[in-house]
C-alpha cells in the first residue's frame, strides 16, 4: 500500500483540545469570521506574511477555508482555527503544511490575532499541533519556519522545544518582496 493511501485512509479527528483553545478543522463557512480576524490583524501580519499585504475580501476568504477543507481530504494539509474556549472567540489560524508522509514530516504555521497576542496562543496551538502530529500521524520530524527578524514566531519555536537547525540566507520573500533570511526549526521524534 502506498504511503499516499495509507494517509487517505486515517480516521483524523477534526478537533483538538488544548488546556485554554479548541481547535477545529477549518471548513466551509468560517470565511467572515476568519475575514475579520485577519482585517483586524493585518498591519502586523503583513510584516510577515506576504498574503496578508493586501486587504482580502470576504468571499476569497471563505474560497480559502473550502480549499482547506478539499486539501484536508487529500491529506494534503491540516488546517485548523483556533478558538479560545472561555469565550469561543477566533483567536487564530494555523495548522500542519508542507506535509512528506514518507518520513512523515509536517511544518507547523500559525498566527495569532493581534489582540490575543502576548498571551500564550501561539505556543499552546504549536505543542497541540506537534503531540496531534506525534500520536496520531506518527510524525518523525516537525518543523517551523519563520522570517529570521520574526523574534515572537522564534520565540514560540524555542518555548516548544524546537531546535534552531539553521538560517538560511536570501531564501524567502518577505511580505515587501525583498529577499529575507529565513530560519529553519525542527523537533524529532
Known amino acids: 500500500m502506498g504511503v499516499l493511501l495509507q494517509a487517505l485512509l486515517l480516521d483524523l479527528p477534526e478537533a483538538l483540545d488544548t488546556a485554554r483553545l479548541a481547535l477545529r478543522a477549518t471548513r466551509a463557512g468560517a470565511g467572515a469570521q476568519i475575514n475579520a480576524a485577519l482585517a483586524e490583524s493585518r498591519e502586523e501580519l503583513?510584516?510577515?506574511?506576504?498574503?496578508?499585504?493586501?486587504?482580502?475580501?470576504?468571499?476569497q476568504s471563505e474560497e480559502?477555508?473550502?480549499?482547506?477543507?478539499?486539501?484536508?481530504?487529500?491529506?494534503?494539509?491540516?488546517?485548523?482555527?483556533?478558538?479560545?474556549?472561555?469565550?469561543?472567540?477566533?483567536?487564530?489560524?494555523?495548522g500542519l503544511h508542507t506535509i512528506d508522509w514518507s518520513i512523515p514530516k509536517f511544518e507547523i504555521g500559525y498566527w495569532i490575532r493581534t489582540p490575543r497576542t502576548g498571551r500564550g496562543f501561539a505556543t499552546e496551538a504549536a505543542l497541540g499541533l506537534a503531540e496531534f502530529a506525534r500520536a496520531q500521524l506518527g510524525a518523525r520530524r516537525?518543523?517551523?519556519?519563520?522570517?529570521?527578524?520574526?523574534?515572537?514566531?522564534?520565540?514560540?519555536?524555542?518555548?516548544?522545544?524546537?531546535?534552531?537547525?539553521?538560517?538560511?540566507?536570501?531564501?524567502?520573500?518577505?511580505?515587501?518582496?525583498?529577499?529575507?533570511?529565513?530560519?529553519?526549526?525542527?523537533?524529532?521524534?
Open 64 to 94: 480559502h477555508c473550502r480549499r482547506m477543507q478539499a486539501r484536508w481530504h487529500a491529506r494534503e494539509e491540516l488546517d485548523f482555527c483556533f478558538y479560545e474556549k472561555a469565550c469561543g472567540a477566533l483567536v487564530g489560524k494555523g
Open 142 to 189: 516537525l518543523e517551523i519556519t519563520c522570517d529570521a527578524r520574526n523574534a515572537a514566531s522564534r520565540r514560540v519555536a524555542e518555548k516548544c522545544g524546537f531546535g534552531l537547525e539553521g538560517i538560511h540566507r536570501a531564501s524567502r520573500r518577505d511580505a515587501q518582496g525583498e529577499l529575507a533570511d529565513s530560519c529553519m526549526y525542527a523537533r524529532l521524534f
Open 46 to 59: 503583513r510584516l510577515w506574511m506576504p498574503w496578508a499585504r493586501d486587504p482580502m475580501p470576504v468571499e
